[in-house]
């Protein structure tokens, strides 16, 4: 894939998205707030691109990847008015429908555009398949990595800003207030991946990316960033206004202690 390429790429993912517009032209707020994410998931990804030093071919096809990460978000807002997959439908394998049937990767070479959609379609899978051939795996766990740190920002970003109140589609529509699950606080203290369908809270929520700092960034530029951005103490302090449940202190300890490990062996 060559940088040309990526332009014409560019050109098109946003013809696509302009199709979400009002009748005044504007972006509703929701879809809006996806735009921005893919523009921010696209420069992590370049930053963590070059500190793992990808060389320049490589990297094209990891912006592409994190370009079309979410295309599949804007028709699932559309139509379910959610970006709750389990109510709906999963986006990713949406996102790999929109690039076909919009011919996006048209004038792409066979092998990348191949990549690229696996990329896309397990970018939120719990678990990248083992046997998975080596280049879709690194440009799959760059575009994982990629979309959890600029995850961390859009909930900093809208807690901040009130439109997590105005809008709590952006977190699932869960329960504010309320203790974790247990079930999520164990996932997460042991590293394993967590199950969505023991998702209930606010404070599950926002745990499940506490876990991502527990082995979920596979990338090391990745968890650096993460932690020069004080996703951790972020969470903790967050958390700490939902619920007084120890099992917050349990997972951020977790957390906090699985970073320093890592920190050192850097």
């Given at each position: 894939m060559t940088?040309?390429?990526?332009?014409?790429?560019t050109r098109r993912y946003q013809a696509y998205v302009d199709r979400f517009?009002?009748?005044?032209?504007h972006l509703?707020?929701?879809?809006?707030l996806k735009v921005d994410h893919t523009l921010c998931v696209v420069a992590d990804a370049q930053r963590i691109m070059a500190g793992e030093g990808w060389a320049a071919s490589a990297q094209v096809a990891g912006e592409a990847c994190a370009l079309l990460h979410?295309?599949?978000?804007?028709?699932?807002?559309?139509?379910?008015?959610?970006?709750?997959?389990?109510?709906?439908?999963?986006?990713?394998l949406r996102g790999v429908?929109?690039?076909?049937?919009?011919?996006?990767?048209?004038?792409?070479?066979?092998d990348t555009r191949k990549r690229v959609l696996t990329a896309v379609a397990l970018h939120n899978k719990k678990d990248v398949p083992a046997t998975l051939e080596a280049?879709?795996?690194?440009?799959?766990?760059?575009?994982?990595?990629?979309?959890?740190?600029?995850?961390?920002?859009?909930?900093?970003?809208?807690?901040?800003?009130?439109?997590?109140?105005r809008n709590p589609e952006i977190a699932w529509g869960l329960q504010v207030q309320g203790a974790p699950s247990p079930e999520v606080v164990a996932a997460v203290s042991m590293g394993r991946s967590v199950d969505y369908g023991h998702v209930r809270t606010l404070s599950d929520f926002v745990l499940i990316q506490v876990g991502w700092l527990i082995g979920g960034?596979?990338?090391?530029?990745?968890?650096?960033?993460?932690?020069?951005?004080?996703?951790?103490?972020?969470?903790?302090?967050?958390?700490?206004?939902?619920?007084s449940d120890p099992g917050v202190d349990v997972?951020?300890?977790?957390?906090?202690?699985?970073?320093?490990?890592?920190?050192?062996?850097?």
């Open positions: 940088r040309e390429f990526l332009e014409t790429l517009r009002d009748e005044a032209g509703p707020h929701l879809h809006q979410d295309v599949g978000r804007h028709s699932q807002l559309k139509e379910f008015g959610t970006f709750r997959d389990a109510a709906s439908i999963d986006h990713a429908e929109v690039i076909e049937s919009e011919r996006l990767l048209e004038g792409c070479g066979a280049e879709a795996a690194l440009l799959t766990h760059l575009v994982r990595d990629a979309d959890k740190l600029d995850i961390f920002r859009v909930l900093e970003t809208v807690i901040a800003d009130g439109s997590l109140e960034l596979r990338n090391a530029t990745a968890l650096r960033l993460a932690a020069e951005r004080k996703a951790l103490e972020f969470r903790e302090v967050f958390l700490k206004t939902l619920s997972c951020c300890e977790a957390a906090r202690a699985y970073m320093g490990r890592q920190a050192g062996v850097a």
